[in-house]
């Protein structure tokens, strides 16, 4: 039997490090994950952490993304 959570329980510890926060969002922005990986990064990665690195990745594919289109239109045609 699974005990019922109660006021009483203890706070899950999250025990997850940089990288593995890292490859969980890297896992998301592909869109694909095994539901054993799901599981695992759901009991050790911080939700906070998870907001903050996918934040960072977003803003570093913004300027990835707008430097590759300034590259491609300043290269002369011809």
Not at 32 to 50: A, C, I, M, T, Y
Not at 63 to 71: D, E, G, K, M, Q
């Amino acid at each position: 039997m699974t005990p019922a959570g109660g006021p009483g329980d203890a706070p899950v510890r999250r025990s997850a490090g940089f990288f593995q926060t890292l490859k969980a969002v890297g896992w998301s922005f592909l869109g694909v994950r095994r539901r054993s990986g799901l599981e695992d990064d759901f009991q050790k990665v911080n939700p906070l952490h998870v907001m903050a690195v996918a934040v960072v990745a977003v803003l570093v594919f913004i300027v990835a993304l707008a430097l590759f289109v300034n590259w491609v239109v300043a290269r002369p045609t011809g």
